[in-house]
């Protein structure tokens, strides 16, 4: 195959290009064929469009279609007026083997058999793409082997190139060629429940028309019998439903829809997976003409141009359709192409920091409709008038918010610079700053809580979610600042799809409320909130916990100091007939602050609206708090940071503030209103020292400390206890490492494992070629810092680029990425990574301070009898693999480390192990 790709590339190089989107897992090139008339670029306004073969290396068919097309295509370009038209008007890229390392496997004249169906590593790969529902296999439990035996937990190097590819190019219409039987499939290929039933996308007419193209083109497709020994499979007009047919979580079709402006659908080709060579020409004469009607549906629906005033071209503008809830997205050069089926339509286009337009287009059957917008620019003060109300970016009507994981991680992929989402139990996390997943413990964290009852809430905190991240990309300074201080998380309360009247207290039972508060107790006390403010409903007012916050009095005069109407509570003048709704009780008894901002627990959708409009400014000053306190750091007289040194605040009233110092850094800062303050900071070993500091509006004062030694304390030690600060925590940065992955996409991939309960996901991170020898390490407890990490890498690929990266080791490492000091890696979790990747060497790093008598009983009682028999096998792991250290030259463990006094955490000692690693195979990585 590939020396008939580069024959026919070398005689057709006006119409052809041949690259490579990658390799498999053996090193093999896999192909892609692009045909058109400028090769290699993109034509402004023309539409692009893909072929894939063999993803199951067995089922040849396709493989052999996507050949021959080829072929005939290049044999009659100039010669035949359709093919031509075609390839001048089209962009084609034909890959005819995905799965090339399995392809190699398989046996010729084997029907049905499933030898070379998978990769090597024996995974399929229409199952190992991330999928819309992985969220609902996170919440399952441990035990339930769904959660672990799912193939798409880590994505193959095939599956990885084919991700980017889809996403680098703009495709607008697929297929994926397969074999077994034959049939036209289309998505969706799941649902929510894993049961089998119809499972319609928002574009489901288009998709069954495309698949029915297909089908009556093809010789036998559209008759529905696809197999004679499967009497009993009949499929009507010889196309279906994926999940109709049967449950395929994972599938590659899916993730175009989802992730892209790709509809893709699957081609079964024949009830023969590996037919003998000389059967090939029937096959051929039955889908010639069903493969060139199918390439020809990109040029179906509508297509054009989105520029503003200037002529400047649009992208990334979102171009929908009537109600459809799947809209595409506009390309570099402001083009775009929407497929559907004929009818007259509504379209409108959204783009921030422009006026949205929507005009209405007739189309025709077999023919694409043009239609250019030109959007006006907003100013500043309209921009942000359209994102007060609940639709997305819409001004003229008012929709009621769908607040589920769904839409939220839809999101936070929209906005994958600021947000991050994770659900939390049953509740839903959104966090938003200027750099998710950097380390962030010199920020304030805010906690915005939704009703516990009721959408006021939810439908508040969305809307100021939106402001956020517009805010930032048009360049609202008060905006970036507030992000720049602080982490904002969003937590939303699940409620009903519909809007209830205003009493409505909905048809939660009090054991899902009782579950949800005990969700939201969990996810409150996981990680450190300097602020957290719960919005309710039924009164109108401000609650404060019993215990006394300083920063309370700015929130108090952010009300007071203007027209809000809200200078105390008021309880609107209607009885409270059930006592759950009194939800400013149940946030101040969690120590949160009650914002209750309506009298009705459903107000009416114009209600939300006018009331987040009269809001908005003083919401955003709450958060603008997040720039006003003092920040600094405690240090011993030879400049190192004291992170066991505790700093307290004397208030005016006489009462005492504790500060956090986190352990991470043994920085601090915290939220104080205008005023002065002394500070108290000690240390044992170090004489205690009294600070007078002066607070303004809208400032942070820096302090720095530096602490003299106690003379009569004889020694002094900087270790503190794991269990001092639950909350502190790391977030690794995963948009620097999809920065190293674009620039070196060989040496680097990283890849979610696993979600910890009330303490973040794992993460999974690869460094060095996957041919070079394999070494695990776990990063248990807090054992390596980001920045530290980071640095690493940079130092790494520096050495890569300069050709002196020895020994070649393939770093395979686990991570906590949320790491809550206290919980580090369950050992389930660990175990079953070193499982799947058959590591004949794994270093567990645990190097914190020795655990005391105390610690070491908390530990003992909370680790479980399942968990102890892990960590058994864990140790017993790490102990052949020392055993056996000589006959593999793999180097020493570190499970000792374990018990080595460091002071501290240990990061040093970490970034050391790595640069010895790599110096040499048998150095001791303990010392």
Not at 377 to 387: D, F, G, R
Not at 597 to 607: A, H, V, W
Request: charged share 20%; aromatic share 10%.
């Amino acid at each position: 195959m590939e020396a008939m790709l580069q024959n026919l590339s070398a005689k057709y190089p006006l119409v052809t290009r041949l690259y490579s989107v990658g390799k498999s897992v053996e090193g093999r090139e896999i192909y892609v064929l692009e045909i058109t008339d400028f090769p290699g670029q993109h034509e402004p306004g023309e539409p692009e469009f893909k072929y894939v073969g063999n993803m199951h290396g067995n089922e040849v068919v396709g493989r052999e279609m996507l050949l021959n097309l080829i072929r005939y295509f290049l044999e009659n370009y100039g010669k035949n007026d359709r093919i031509t038209k075609l390839i001048e008007t089209t962009r084609i890229h034909i890959m005819p083997s995905m799965n090339p390392d399995g392809y190699e496997l398989a046996n010729e004249g084997d029907s049905d058999g499933y030898v070379g169906r998978n990769n090597v590593n024996k995974v399929d790969l229409n199952r190992n793409f991330p999928d819309r529902f992985d969220y609902k296999f996170a919440q399952l439990p441990d035990t339930d082997p769904r959660k672990s035996r799912r193939e798409n937990l880590i994505q193959e190097p095939e599956t990885m190139v084919m991700m980017q590819w889809i996403l680098s190019y703009p495709f607008v219409l697929s297929a994926n060629l397969h074999g077994g039987s034959l049939v036209a499939n289309y998505p969706y290929d799941d649902t929510e429940d894993w049961l089998r039933t119809y499972s319609k996308t928002p574009d489901d007419e288009v998709f069954r028309s495309l698949s029915q193209t297909y089908s009556n083109a093809h010789k036998t497709m559209w008759s529905g019998n696809p197999c004679s020994d499967s009497n009993d499979e009949h499929f009507s007009g010889g196309i279906t439903n994926g999940a109709e047919w049967y449950i395929v979580s994972g599938g590659m079709q899916d993730y175009n829809y989802e992730h892209s402006n790709c509809f893709e659908i699957t081609l079964e080709l024949g009830c023969n997976k590996y037919p003998f060579a000389r059967d090939i020409g029937i096959y051929w004469d039955a889908n010639k003409e069903a493969l060139i009607k199918f390439i020809e549906q990109v040029h179906v629906g509508v297509k054009g141009f989105i520029v503003d005033e200037n002529n400047n071209a649009v992208s990334g503008a979102k171009i929908y359709v009537d109600s459809v809830e799947h809209p595409v997205h506009s390309a570099d050069n402001g083009d775009y192409w929407r497929l559907l089926i004929p009818g007259m339509y509504s379209i409108s286009v959204h783009s921030p920091g422009h006026e949205n337009q929507s005009t209405k287009v007739i189309v025709k059957r077999d023919s694409s409709t043009s239609l250019n917008f030109t959007l006006r620019t907003l100013s500043s003060e309209l921009e942000a008038m359209k994102y007060h109300l609940p639709v997305s970016g819409n001004i003229d009507s008012y929709k009621l918010s769908i607040i589920n994981a769904e839409t939220l991680s839809s999101f936070s992929m929209e906005n994958i610079d600021m947000v991050d989402y994770e659900s939390f139990e049953n509740l839903h996390h959104l966090t938003v700053s200027n750099q998710p997943g950097a380390a962030d413990d010199m920020k304030i964290h805010i906690a915005l809580v939704g009703s516990l009852i009721g959408h006021s809430g939810n439908e508040v905190l969305f809307k100021l979610a939106r402001h956020l991240t517009l805010g930032m990309r048009l360049k609202y300074q008060n905006v970036i600042k507030i992000l720049q201080n602080a982490v904002i998380h969003f937590i939303f309360i699940p409620q009903s799809e519909s809007l209830g009247s205003c009493m409505d207290v909905g048809d939660k039972s009090e054991d899902e409320l009782a579950a949800e508060l005990k969700s939201l107790y969990s996810l409150l006390q996981s990680r450190h909130f300097d602020l957290g403010i719960g919005f309710g409903s039924r009164e109108i007012g401000l609650k404060f916990p019993t215990t006394e916050k300083a920063i309370y009095k700015s929130l108090k005069q952010i009300f007071n100091e203007s027209d809000s109407g809200i200078d105390g509570s008021v309880n609107c003048g209607a009885s409270i007939v059930d006592t759950r709704t009194k939800q400013s009780d149940i946030f101040t008894t969690m120590g949160l602050v009650s914002l209750s901002l309506f009298c009705c627990n459903e107000p009416e959708l114009k209600t939300l609206a006018s009331t987040y409009t009269k809001y908005e400014k003083h919401l955003l000053d709450i958060l603008e708090l997040s720039s006003q306190g003092i920040s600094g750091q405690v240090l011993d007289g030879e400049g190192k940071a004291l992170r066991d040194a505790e700093v307290s605040i004397k208030l005016a009233d006489g009462r005492t503030e504790i500060v956090r110092i986190c352990l991470n850094s043994g920085n601090f800062i915290h939220m104080l209103p205008a005023g002065s303050y002394v500070l108290k900071i000690f240390s044992n070993g170090f004489l205690e020292k009294n600070v007078q500091v002066e607070v303004v509006n809208q400032s942070l004062r820096e302090v720095t400390v530096s602490l003299q030694l106690d003379s009569n304390v004889k020694e002094t030690t900087n270790s503190m206890s794991m269990l001092k600060h639950p909350y502190d925590h790391f977030y690794y940065p995963r948009m620097t490492f999809r920065e190293f992955h674009n620039k070196n996409p060989e040496l680097l991939e990283y890849y979610d494992v696993d979600v910890q309960k009330n303490s973040g996901e794992v993460l999974g991170l690869r460094v060095g070629k996957r041919t070079w020898r394999k070494v695990g390490i776990v990063f248990d407890g807090s054992t390596i810092s980001p920045t530290n990490l980071t640095s690493w890498l940079r130092t790494y690929f520096s050495n890569v680029a300069e050709n002196s990266v020895k020994p070649q080791v393939q770093y395979e490492f686990l991570l906590k990425d949320g790491n809550d000091t206290t919980g580090g890696l369950s050992l389930s979790t660990v175990f079953n990574w070193i499982s799947a990747h058959h590591f004949p060497l794994v270093f567990d790093i645990i190097c914190n301070s020795p655990l005391t008598t105390e610690e070491q009983t908390y530990f003992l009682n909370e680790v479980g009898r399942m968990d102890k028999m892990v960590a058994e096998n864990i140790l017993s792991m790490l102990a052949r693999a020392k055993h056996h250290q000589e006959e593999m030259n793999y180097g020493s463990s570190c499970e000792t480390c374990a018990h080595k006094v460091n002071p501290g955490i240990s990061r040093q000692l970490t970034v050391n192990f790595l640069r010895q690693s790599e110096q040499t195979d048998d150095s001791n990585i303990c010392d």
